[in-house]
């Protein structure tokens, strides 16, 4: 992962909604419908939060209807996964 890909990722994590919205795509795919009923956030606001979680790569969408359906990429998240994982065993090298 590049350090640009990474500081996207760390941006969209960083925001409370957007770490709810995660917490209700792990169940898998939902329509913006769904997401604006359990997040109690407007129209607009939720567009803000996806794009940027789409810039970074972690969820991915596709119109359906009037709605756009959400699901995370599994593939972005196992990469930025493994990009913490080299981190925490780096430091564990380095307290050895």
């Not at 970074?56 to 196992?78: C, I, P, T």
């Amino acid at each position: 992962m590049d350090p640009t890909q990474i500081s996207l990722i760390v941006k969209a994590l960083s925001d409370p909604n957007r770490l709810r919205i995660i917490q209700l795509l792990i169940y898998g795919e939902q329509c913006g419908c769904e997401l604006l009923e359990q997040m109690q956030i407007t129209q607009s606001t939720l567009s803000h939060h996806m794009k940027t979680l789409e810039d970074s790569g972690l969820v991915s969408s596709f119109r359906k209807g009037k709605w756009s359906h959400y699901s995370l990429n599994v593939d972005q998240w196992s990469a930025f996964r493994d990009y913490i994982e080299s981190i925490r065993v780096a430091s564990k090298d380095e307290d050895g």
